[in-house]
């Protein structure tokens, strides 16, 4: 039958014509009703009506048949660039912790003293020769410069260094988050050489010496020569932590030495899968439990692995979540007691991690572990991200206590060791 007739047969007449097959009267029948609606509402003739139907039906088939090629060219596209999927870490910081996860799959079982240490196949690259000083006066650019235009605006107009350019200077020194105590002795060091300073120059130069002064904390403890050496990390969430273990761990096994990693925050989301990433990465060893597991029994395990695997050097995370809280003081001192158990007069180093962005924070940090566990040097981070790197005065000053790093940038090779008279020099 011609499809032209077919078409003129269910179209034009109101009830379905013999000469139709089965299929087709079978429409007629559904459709109809709805025709005749139509109609009665629109005044509009069978002719016109009739078509409303299959015009949809071609709509939605043309849809259809939109969304299907769709699908199948991003279906295409992502077999053709070799697309992976991996599941993220925890927000971290971590630049450099979001590359080597691309590189490197950690595995899922837990891993214990007993097990045999894996192979690693990822050297870690040699950092690039940089000056050290330029490597530190950029990353404290953001803090160098708020400080030294503020110093040369004290003297654009002239004169001597009276007490409204003190008064204006202290305020600068606390804006900086040098702190209130340390910015005033500061101030009263300036009083007494007055007379040295006949312009900005003169006052950065006396700036520096008397912040070389304040910082120039000396470690009064050795550090031992016996094996392992083991490194105790302390800190609150967020400051950096696993990226300050993974970049020493990194420069240890670059100069050479065997190093053990302990994940001994059994709380924090991925906190071990990080590890485990930085170790494979950096050609280290590690010890971890499940997540929630007893961070005592990790330290317990880590150290008997340290001992057999005759490692040089141990670093074990801690827990960081509410530092206010009694009950992780109690923690990191039962992981105190427990290394100390296993391996006489460790921890060697309790090395606390602080964020410099956090400013006085920090400083309120520090003094409660260390009052708490006791803190033999501090790890600065981030002070490539503030304009408040004054805080590594404050925390000289205020506490004594020896910074033994800072982290002026995002590479591997950006966490420095702190020397008094480079930072002095490219603070100022």
């Known amino acids: 039958m011609n499809l032209h007739i077919l078409f003129s047969l269910f179209f034009q007449t109101r009830t379905p014509s013999a000469e139709l097959p089965a299929f087709f009267r079978r429409i007629f029948e559904l459709t109809d009703p709805w025709l005749v609606r139509i109609e009665a509402l629109t005044g509009l003739e069978r002719s016109v009506t009739a078509w409303i139907f299959p015009l949809s039906a071609v709509f939605l088939i043309a849809i259809a048949l939109l969304l299907a090629a769709t699908l199948v060219r991003s279906a295409r596209r992502k077999l053709s660039g070799g697309v992976k999927i991996v599941e993220p870490l925890e927000k971290i910081s971590a630049e450099t912790e979001v590359e080597a996860c691309e590189e490197v799959k950690t595995e899922a079982q837990p ?72 910015s005033m002795n500061l101030i009263e060091s300036l009083k007494d050489r007055r007379s040295e300073i006949g312009g900005s120059e003169d006052l950065k130069r006396i700036i520096r010496e008397e912040i070389f002064r304040i910082v120039d904390v000396k470690n009064t403890e050795a550090k031992t020569q016996e094996k392992p050496r083991v490194i105790m990390v302390i800190g609150v969430n967020g400051v950096g932590k696993t990226t300050t273990i993974g970049k020493l761990s990194a420069r240890f096994v670059r100069e050479g030495k065997k190093v053990l990693i302990v994940a001994a925050d059994t709380f924090r989301a991925a906190a071990s899968e990080q590890l485990a990433v930085w170790a494979e990465r950096c050609g280290a060893d590690i010890v971890r439990h499940k997540d929630n597991s007893d961070p005592a029994s990790v330290a317990f395990d880590g150290m008997e692995a340290a001992v057999s695997r005759a490692v040089d050097i141990v670093m074990i995370d801690t827990a960081g979540r509410l530092h206010t809280k009694k009950n992780l003081m109690e923690e990191l001192k039962k992981i105190q007691r427990i290394v100390s158990s296993k391996i006489p007069g460790a921890p060697h180093e309790t090395l606390m991690v602080l964020d410099a962005t956090t400013g006085q924070n920090a400083l309120q940090q520090a003094k409660l572990f260390n009052e708490a566990i006791g803190v033999t040097n501090i790890a600065l981070t981030k002070l490539d991200g503030t304009a408040k790197g004054g805080i590594v005065i404050g925390i000289s000053h205020s506490l004594g206590i020896p910074i033994s790093y800072i982290g002026v940038g995002e590479q591997i090779d950006d966490l420095k060791d702190f020397e008094a008279r480079e930072f002095a020099d490219a603070l100022v």
């Open 111 to 182: 891993l214990t003293a007993d097990e045999t240490p894996a192979t690693h196949t990822a050297p870690v690259e040699e950092p690039k020769p940089a000056g050290i000083l330029r490597s530190i006066r950029s990353g404290l650019e953001k803090t160098r410069k708020a400080l030294t235009e503020k110093m040369d605006h004290l003297f654009s107009g002239g004169g001597q260094l009276d007490d409204e350019k003190l008064e204006d200077l202290e305020e600068m020194l606390i804006t900086a988050d040098v702190g209130v105590e340390t």
